[in-house]
């Protein structure tokens, strides 16, 4: 059967609460263009705040494991905040015996779906030891080595430049930094995106007066590496200026940050915008990210950033209460922009100053948009749509304070239900209400509401919808498409669907059925059971069932970074398996993580059971094993091949510190010495990483241009004057 093409459109509008010493909103008019589209909302803008100091999110806890799951969240900032400054990415527990580790927060993200976003941690301090910059970027890099990880966004640090964090600094030495980090971590994979700590006011740093303006500074400095970063990390609380602030003056922030950001990388870098990441912001001050103003300044804050082609947004807080589990507001905000709202952003304006209005199309076409009521009155809004004819009938979801609290209600009502079950929050339907391509909306004070417009002359034979039931063991039958259980449950899952059509089932190990009930007995994998739904008139839908077992016992190999020094000099760690040195010379190896039992043995047999080993006078190349046991005694092993090379004759004396090569990354092959002072008689050498020496010239100046003439990759450089030695990464692209 002929089916015909049609358009959808959705709208979400948010009314939102104002003081009474305020004018009454009463009447606004939302205008919607169809045609008119702003730009594809990625799921990195709907992200959130991990907290590994909350055990509940160790993997173990089935109640936040189907909160998170339910709620729709794609991205999780991962350790959270300043954590981010003071643990080491693979050894959080050095830090705290409390803190959930890496390998739980990857087993439980990557069975709900959830993609990291990590804090690469900028202050050098691991398990409370402050190490060298050098290493920590190393460690960083170590990090993005994980290719099971599939981050996208990945932070230096943060807020560095306040002095409530580790680290923190100002804004020319964390850009010279940064710019280090971004090359090392580059190296490894250059297709993820690198965010510098910013501050999104081109004004003097107030948490460092007197040393310019933040972001313009690190700039500068990372420029003269040859880096520009990928984006800035940017954080804002509301709250200052009251709950009517909030909903009006704030929400007008995020187009001055944007102009103020974008005009500053362009007077420094000459480029566009950038990719601007709010990874921390929500309703400050009285427990307001818990209420229904958090929700109503969180689901503008997001509209409003989706607008201004923001890339990164996470909520700080919680979206639940930790001793019930009871959902908080915002949770809603987030299950209801991944479940019903669409991700093609078209043009919604209003004009009162206290309703907002955003509107999408969704992937099956339908017209999808939010109105937010910002005042403490009840108000009529009129909606015209411009190229989109509904039909006559579309749904409303109208969301406020439970028992008319308002916005300083810690619970929520959805078309009047108090607290809907948060199983059930997704696949809730609508209200039916009538509608045109102009219609009336009556919204009570301090709410927002979706809607959900399909278009007039759909097909006679439309797919039928599929209701989804499952339960866990013996709970209750709930509305859900998604489960996260223990090893060996069991899950009952129960569609339903109008007529008398037929079922299929298909899901993982080849699963296959023709009924339109299945139990699933002591799972064991997770996969997705898909059924399908073929109605009397020969069309078919389909739902998906998203199943996660997690193996809170399972315990995996930890990965060790191969750090080692050459003749035992605290300022050259590096991290690799492979060595190459100058005869009768000593290797210190030192891998990471700190916690675990170790076992070297070496060409002479076995060479202890510690963590940090020295290996004096190496005469001839060989292998060195480590065999690394975690704390659940699983085994990681790792060999380090050291390669000996005839002495060179040049002695190796004290590191000058005041030397650099530049540029680096290089364009084209051609370098500089750069000096605090013109030096002269300098000798260079370049070797590859086999230990190759590929480039030499002597008795060079600062002031030289050289041209190396080397193909493009990753060589160690090594400058000798006055029988001190400078060691350098090199990158010639």
């Known amino acids: 059967m002929n089916k015909l093409k049609f358009t959808s459109i959705v709208i979400l509008v948010i009314l939102s609460s104002i003081e009474s010493k305020y004018v009454n909103a009463q009447v606004a008019t939302v205008s919607i263009d169809r045609n008119w589209e702003i730009r594809n909302i990625p799921e990195s803008l709907y992200g959130f705040n991990g907290e590994i100091w909350d055990s509940n999110q160790d993997g173990s806890n089935i109640k936040y494991n189907n909160l998170l799951k339910n709620a729709g969240i794609k991205v999780m900032r991962w350790p959270g905040g300043s954590w981010g400054d003071i643990i080491k990415w693979d050894s959080t527990k050095c830090y705290a015996s409390y803190a959930v580790t890496y390998a739980q927060s990857k087993a439980l993200y990557n069975n709900l ?112 590496k040859g880096v520009v970063p990928d984006g800035f990390q940017i954080h804002n609380y509301p709250g200052a200026e009251g709950n009517y602030g909030m909903l009006h003056h704030n929400l007008d922030e995020i187009a001055k940050f944007t102009k103020d ?52 947004a996470n909520v700080w807080g919680e979206i639940y209460n930790t001793g019930t589990f009871v959902a908080a507001p915002v949770w809603y905000v987030y299950a209801f922009l991944e479940s019903k709202f669409g991700r093609n952003m078209v043009h919604a304006t209003s004009d009162n100053i206290d309703v907002r209005a955003y509107a999408s199309i969704d992937t099956s076409k339908y017209l999808t948009f939010w109105v937010c009521n910002n005042s403490l009155d009840s108000s009529k809004i009129k909606i015209k749509l411009s190229n989109f004819i509904p039909a006559s009938k579309g749904e409303i979801w109208v969301v406020q304070g439970s028992g008319g609290l308002g916005e300083e209600s810690y619970d929520v009502m959805i078309n009047g239900v108090g607290h809907p079950a948060e199983i059930n929050a997704r696949f809730m339907p609508g209200v039916q209400i009538d509608v045109d391509t102009s219609f009336v909306l009556d919204l009570p004070a301090s709410s927002f509401a979706l809607l959900k417009l399909t278009p007039a002359n759909q097909s006679s034979c439309e797919p039928t919808e599929i209701i989804p039931e499952m339960k866990i063991d013996s709970e209750d039958w709930e509305p859900n498409i998604y489960a996260a259980v223990g090893l060996g449950h069991n899950i009952s899952i129960s569609p339903t669907a109008s007529g008398t059509g037929s079922w299929r089932w298909s899901g993982p190990d080849s699963f296959v059925d023709s009924v339109q009930n299945i139990k699933l007995d002591s799972l064991q994998v997770s996969g997705k059971y898909i059924v399908s739904y073929t109605n009397e008139c020969g069309t078919t839908s389909k739902k998906s069932f998203d199943i996660s077992v997690i193996d809170s016992t ?9 750090y080692f020094q050459v003749q035992a000099n605290p300022l050259t760690w590096e991290s690799s398996t492979s060595i190459t040195m100058e005869s009768g010379k000593s290797v210190k190896f030192g891998p990471q993580p700190f916690t675990g039992s170790w076992n070297w043995s070496g060409p002479n047999g076995n060479l202890g059971n510690t963590r940090e ?66 030096i002269s008689n300098v000798d260079l050498a370049i070797f590859n990483l086999q230990g190759i020496e590929v480039f030499t010239q002597k008795n060079l100046n600062s002031e030289k241009m050289i041209n190396t003439g080397l193909q493009p990759g990753i060589y160690i450089v090594s400058v000798n004057y006055k029988n001190n030695k400078f060691i350098s990464k090199l990158i010639i692209e």
């Not at 080595?145 to 430049?161: H, I, P, R, T």
């Not at 964090?165 to 710019?179: L, M, V, W």
């Not at 190349?621 to 060999?639: D, K, M, P, R, W």
């Open 613 to 678: 080993i020295t290996v004096p006078n190496i005469q001839s190349s060989g292998t060195y094993t480590l065999v690394y046991t975690n704390a659940c005694g699983t085994i990681t092993t790792q060999i380090y091949t050291v390669t000996v090379k005839p002495v060179s004759g040049v002695p190796n004396q004290e590191i000058i510190n005041d030397l650099s090569i530049y540029p680096s990354p290089s364009r084209n092959g051609f370098i500089k010495i750069k000096s605090d002072d013109i």
């Open 113 to 224: 779906g959830i993609k990291f976003q990590p804090i690469g941690n900028f202050s050098g301090m691991f398990c409370n030891v402050q190490h060298t910059s050098i290493y920590a970027d190393s460690v960083a890099a170590s990090w993005v080595a994980d290719s099971a990880l599939g981050a996208q966004y990945w932070e230096v640090g943060n807020e560095s430049m306040g002095s409530w964090e580790q680290g923190h600094t100002i804004g020319s030495d964390y850009g010279n930094r940064f710019a280090d980090f971004y090359t090392s971590m580059k190296a490894v994979n250059n297709k993820i995106k690198i965010i510098a700590v910013g501050d999104q006011n081109d004004e003097d740093d107030s948490k460092n007066p007197g040393t310019g303006v933040w972001n313009r500074k690190l700039m500068q400095a990372a420029l003269k």
């Open 554 to 562: 399972k315990c995996e190999p930890t990965y060790v970074v191969p």
């Open 261 to 312: 950001l974008n005009y500053m990388v362009s007077s420094e870098t000459g480029r566009g915008q950038l990719d601007y990441c709010m990874t921390e912001f929500s309703a400050s001050g009285n427990n307001r990210w818990l209420k229904m103003i958090g929700a109503q300044l969180s689901l503008q804050y997001f509209m409003e950033m989706a607008k201004y082609n923001w890339a990164v």
